[in-house]
């Protein structure tokens, strides 16, 4: 498949306006700019466009609620916060090729008649927020975006927004919050932000990567968009591995190709001849998956069937050198320090979890400690306002469901048992 | 310590880039930050006249924020992930090497006032582990044995 959200990223100058015009860069801006804004919705839902941002929401029906709504001014704003552990997918965009996510902003700003594009850049990427501003720079001092978007009358204007060390501002109404100069705590939906979202307006929340897709789309036209990938969730889709493998790092592959073949094939298999222990599928937030359970297709609707999530395409490999008592204990720590503290059930669940975790790691684990965590858990699950705490939750249940002995190993012989 | 000019006036043009001076707010507490390295409660005195919200409010959101120092820092900030695709590449162990070393234990800073050493959730960089943000330089593929010459290079 040839790359399309990585095209030429390798070379020096894939940061440039110019390098990225020759090489057929804002064609698809100035196609859509020609269209009507709600031939391109059309053209986006017909595509069977999800959302890369880990909840694999249809990207056309958002669009097709934040169009149908008649208040404005409307926001477009980009998840760039990029938190969720194993996650480094957007950052080859984000700092190689800010121009392909310029470019995709525009078509969907002119698509949603909205003015104003935020780009929410977490504030670990220091480098990619002067990368997009002289990129935003060079885009508006040619033409392409600005007052007058290539001469069309169209204005669409760009801001780089930093976020500073929060996770839960990826979820998109902390986002907004954040966005706002608040504290990033989510809000009660709904109201959907297509409705009311940023100062009290219509907004789309889309990600890095959906939004990278928009040029693509847009050139080769729904039918041969959708030919990509699976059926239910077509495109292209980047992933990025992480962990004991030959070759890490972030690949584009076909929406839908096998999480045992991105393992084996395409990242090279196990390091130092290893084998292969768990893997987190889709970040840090869904379901491990034991070895003899990788053989699925990695998309949207395949992953629930089999047990995990596609998330936001973030794997992380473990060999058997790992203790996944020490894994679960560690993640279950970011949850804690992560947990926005909105709602009881996830800021005080993930500090039961966590202390238990510890006494369990440490080798001071009582009898009956892995049926405590399993109901801790189970009380916190369905009972938190946001995703983050049921997903701390569930990172808990599903270490136990798959690798309950580890866990009661520890306690019987009272601390780790590899070396 | 109060703002310099520059940064006042920074402050004031990044106020147009948004419908309300509160979505400033975080724009101008990095510009603040970037003065001082940290945020004293002269700066948030500062931002709170500039931008006409109330210092507690101020003070309020800056709390929730990881990345805004509420306390003098070294000269440089070390920002070391120990997430689980760094941890399972031996980030734990470059902590206890980073803190033997310079003397500096994890969220403190080196008596020297060289280094402050922070540990940090994920960073974006797990194919690349163990990773680091120095101050606003990423360095990837960490070892013991290549560790201390880059943070050699930070003075
Ligand atoms: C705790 C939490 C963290 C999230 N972090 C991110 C993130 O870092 N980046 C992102 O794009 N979406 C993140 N999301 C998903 C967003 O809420 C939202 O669904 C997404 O930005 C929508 O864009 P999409 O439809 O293009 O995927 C997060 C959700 C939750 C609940
Ligand atoms: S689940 Fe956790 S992060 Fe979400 S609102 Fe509740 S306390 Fe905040
Ligand atoms: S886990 Fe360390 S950079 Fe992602």
């Not at chain 1, 009660?188 to 297509?194: E, G, T």
């Amino acid at each position: 498949m040839e790359k399309a959200l990585l095209a030429n990223i390798e070379n020096p100058r894939s940061r440039e306006a110019a390098f990225y015009v020759e090489k057929g860069g804002y064609e698809s801006l100035k196609k859509a700019l020609e269209m009507e804004p709600k031939d391109i919705i059309e053209m986006v839902k017909k595509a069977g466009l999800r959302g890369r941002g880990g909840a694999g929401f249809p990207t056309g029906m958002k669009w097709m609620f934040a169009s149908g709504d008649p208040k404005f001014p409307k926001y477009l704003v980009c998840n760039a916060d990029e938190g969720e552990p194993g996650t480094f997918k957007d950052r080859p965009i984000l700092e190689r090729n800010p121009h392909l996510l310029i470019e995709g902003m525009a078509i969907s700003g002119h698509a949603l008649k909205a003015e104003y594009g935020y780009i929410y850049l977490r504030g670990e990427y220091p480098e990619a927020k002067d990368i997009l501003d002289a990129a935003i720079r060079e885009a508006e001092e040619k033409g392409y975006v600005g007052d007058n978007m290539m001469g069309s009358g169209k204005k669409f204007r760009l801001v780089v927004h930093q976020g500073a060390g929060a996770y839960i501002c990826g979820e998109e109404t902390a986002l907004i919050e954040s966005l706002e100069g608040k504290k990033g705590q989510p809000r009660i939906k709904p109201p959907f932000p297509v409705n009311v979202g940023a100062w009290g307006m219509p907004t789309i929340v889309n990600n890095v990567e959906t939004l990278s897709n928009l040029p693509l789309l847009i050139r080769v036209g729904p039918e041969a968009y959708a030919q990509i990938g699976t059926p239910e969730c077509p495109g292209p889709k980047l992933f990025c591995v992480s962990g004991h493998v030959k070759n890490p790092g972030v690949l584009e592959l076909p929406m839908g190709t096998s999480l045992k073949e991105i393992i084996f094939d395409h990242c090279g298999g196990m390091k130092n001849g290893k084998k292969l222990k768990a893997v987190i599928p889709g970040g840090i937030s869904t379901p491990v998956l034991p070895p003899d359970k990788i053989d699925c297709p990695m998309d949207f609707v395949n992953m629930p069937k089999h047990g995990s999530m596609l998330g936001s395409g973030a794997v992380i490999v473990m060999d058997e050198s790992v203790c996944l008592v020490k894994v679960c204990y560690r993640a279950i720590k970011f949850f804690e320090h992560e947990s926005c503290g909105k709602c009881t059930p996830c800021k005080e669940g993930v500090i039961w979890l966590r202390k238990i975790l510890g006494r369990i790691e440490h080798g001071e684990g009582r009898e009956g400690d892995v049926d405590l965590l399993v109901q801790v858990a189970a009380n916190m699950s369905g009972r938190t306002f946001c995703p983050l705490g049921e997903g701390a939750a569930s990172v808990v249940q599903n270490f136990v469901k798959h690798f309950r002995e580890e866990f009661v190993e520890h306690i019987s012989r009272k601390g780790c048992p590899l070396p | 310590m109060m703002l310099s000019d520059t940064a006042r006036q920074k402050i004031q043009d990044v106020r147009k880039l948004y419908p309300s001076a509160r979505g400033a707010l975080l724009p101008a507490l990095y510009i603040a930050q970037r003065e001082h390295g940290w945020l004293s409660p002269e700066a948030f005195r500062a931002v709170s006249r500039e931008l006409r919200i109330p210092e507690a409010t101020v003070r309020g959101v800056a709390s929730f924020y990881a990345m805004f120092h509420k306390a003098p820092v070294g000269r440089n900030v070390i920002q070391l992930c120990t997430n689980v695709a760094c941890m399972i590449m031996g980030a734990e162990s470059l902590v206890d090497l980073i803190s033997k070393t310079f003397d500096v234990q994890p969220g403190g800073t080196s008596p020297d006032g060289r280094f402050s050493l922070i540990i940090m959730e994920c960073i974006g960089a797990c194919g690349t582990a163990p990773a680091m943000l120095v101050n606003t330089d990423f360095h990837e593929n960490l070892t013991a044995g290549n560790i201390l010459d880059i943070l050699e290079r930070y003075k």
